[in-house]
């Protein structure tokens, strides 16, 4: 059974930045999805950005982010990135990885995954 473990969140000033790493461990991740998500204080999850593994698409759902964060994956360590630049207070949010394998491609719905890390949180303050 694929398990997840995000970390690399912190505290980091505006206009600094983060590497996010999702490991993942109990299967190959050559054939599944794995999106990023986040959630702020009083917000529903949204989805940030996926990637599909078998052929590298990757997707940004939130316009605010695009140009500055990049998903990638390492597949010789089973681990997705999410390299965050100039970020934002509003980028502040816990940040979930999850994977996809029944279909193996993105989504940018809670409900297009099947398995989810804990989370780790991102916090972007003077």
């Known amino acids: 059974q694929l398990h997840l473990v995000e970390s690399g969140g912190g505290l980091v000033q505006p206009g600094g930045s983060l590497r996010l790493s999702c490991a993942a461990s109990g299967s190959s991740l050559d054939y599944y999805a794995i999106g990023w998500f986040r959630q702020a204080p009083g917000k529903e999850r949204e989805g940030v950005s996926c990637i599909t593994i078998s052929d590298g698409s990757t997707y940004y759902y939130v316009d605010s982010v695009k140009g500055r964060f990049t998903i990638s994956p390492d597949n010789a360590k089973n681990t997705v990135y999410l390299q965050m630049n100039n970020l934002q207070p509003e980028d502040t949010a816990v940040y979930y990885c999850?994977?996809?394998?029944?279909?193996?491609?993105?989504?940018?719905?809670?409900?297009?995954?099947?398995?989810w890390g804990q989370g780790t949180q991102v916090t972007v303050s003077f």
């Open positions: 999850a994977a996809d394998h029944k279909m193996g491609l993105c989504g940018e719905e809670v409900s297009d995954f099947d398995s």
